[in-house]
T-cell receptor
């Protein structure tokens, strides 16, 4: 089945450690996104990528980094510079060349910093 | 800048009641797209509907209906005869129709609790 796979589903990290969240899609979508969800805050855009080897900062990119070496993969690294990394992270993708298409989401990764 | 406001943080109803989730948006564009997503406890957001700014017809899909009114910049969502399985967080979102790719701006969500 086509879809978006995020891993791990749950992740615990000690303060000062970097951690990488995986996002893989087999929908052949060009565009991929990372959102952060906090209670009562809705979804906020971290980074997005329109094509391979290209990505743009979203509204809250500080303390995060991404790469887009392959069309199907868009990993997110939460660095030690991110001051409050405990959150639920959602990856999404969208069909290429359109502003009308809906986003398809993965099931999310919940990161807890101990 | 675009903005989506969902003023209702949490709504509790009893099964079979009708419930309306409010969504108000702000945008400078004349062409834009509005969305509703459902987030069940599993966490994945599920697409429910997309509406473009030129189509103000209301839409009904089973127990779900949407009321789009440009005059009040609102895109409200009504669930008729609610069921326990409707319990979830519902997000309204806006996408401006820019050249090239655009991003979705989400509201903060409304948590709907339907009790038996």
């Amino acid at each position: 089945d086509g879809g978006i796979t995020q891993s791990p589903k749950y992740l615990f990290r000690k303060e000062g450690q970097n951690v990488t969240l995986s996002c893989e899609q087999n929908l052949n979508h060009d565009a991929m996104y990372w959102y952060r969800q906090d209670p009562g805050q809705g979804l906020r855009l971290i980074y997005y990528s329109q094509i391979v080897n290209d990505f743009q900062k979203g509204d809250i990119a500080e303390g995060y980094s991404v790469s887009r070496e392959k069309k199907e993969s868009f990993p997110l690294t939460v660095t030690s510079a991110q001051k409050n990394p405990t959150a639920f992270y959602l990856c999404a993708s969208k069909a290429s060349g359109t502003n009308t298409g809906e986003l398809f989401f993965g099931e999310g990764s919940r990161l807890t910093v101990l | 800048a675009q903005k989506v406001t969902q003023a209702q943080t949490e709504i509790s109803v009893v099964e079979k009641e009708d419930v309306t989730l409010d969504c108000v948006y702000e945008t400078r564009d004349t062409t834009y797209y509005l969305f509703w997503y459902k987030q069940p406890p599993s966490g994945e957001l599920v697409f429910l509907i997309r509406r473009n700014s030129f189509d103000e017809q209301n839409e009904i899909s089973g127990r779900y209906s949407w009321n789009f009114q440009k005059s009040t910049s609102s895109f409200n969502f009504t669930i008729t005869a609610s069921q326990v399985v409707d319990s979830a967080v519902y997000f309204c979102a806006l996408s401006e129709a820019m050249v090239g790719y655009s991003t979705l701006t989400f509201g903060k969500g409304t948590m709907l609790l339907v009790s038996p």
